[in-house]
């Protein structure tokens, strides 16, 4: 059964960095394309990067030049760096996982990852 867990959330000034962490395990890591999604209070969940198994990325314009998905395929991990942070970018981070043939799928809508993580929280303060 495959399991993702985030961490690395927590609470940072505006301008702080921070980075967050996903590990996939129960299956072979590589075959998956992952994303990281974040959910605001009293907003829709929105994909903000993804990268598939040949490490194509795809960045929501909010957060691109600001934010870099990477992933470890040895590790089984999925890391996403926030530098420059903004109070807007306060919300409950998932990291998901769909598997694809090949993991080829690119794509920010939530609806084609089959596997999330718990959430872990963001909060950036003015």
């Known amino acids: 059964q495959v399991q993702l867990a985030e961490s690395g959330g927590g609470a940072v000034q505006s301008g702080g960095s921070l980075r967050l962490s996903c590990a996939l395990s129960?299956?072979?890591?590589?075959?998956?394309?992952m994303g990281w999604f974040r959910q605001a209070p009293g907003k829709e969940r929105e994909g903000i990067a993804t990268i598939n198994g040949l490490g194509v990325i795809v960045y929501r314009d909010v957060v691109r030049g600001r934010f870099t998905i990477s992933r470890d395929n040895a590790k089984n991990a999925l890391h996403l760096q926030m530098n420059s942070l903004k109070p807007e970018d306060t919300a409950m981070y998932y990291c998901?996982?769909?598997?694809?043939?090949?993991?080829?799928?690119?794509?920010?809508?939530?609806?084609?990852?089959?596997?999330w993580g718990q959430g872990t929280q963001v909060t950036v303060s003015s």
């Open positions: 129960g299956d072979t890591y590589s075959r998956y394309s």
């Open positions: 998901a996982a769909a598997r694809t043939p090949e993991g080829l799928l690119v794509s920010l809508a939530a609806d084609e990852y089959t596997y």
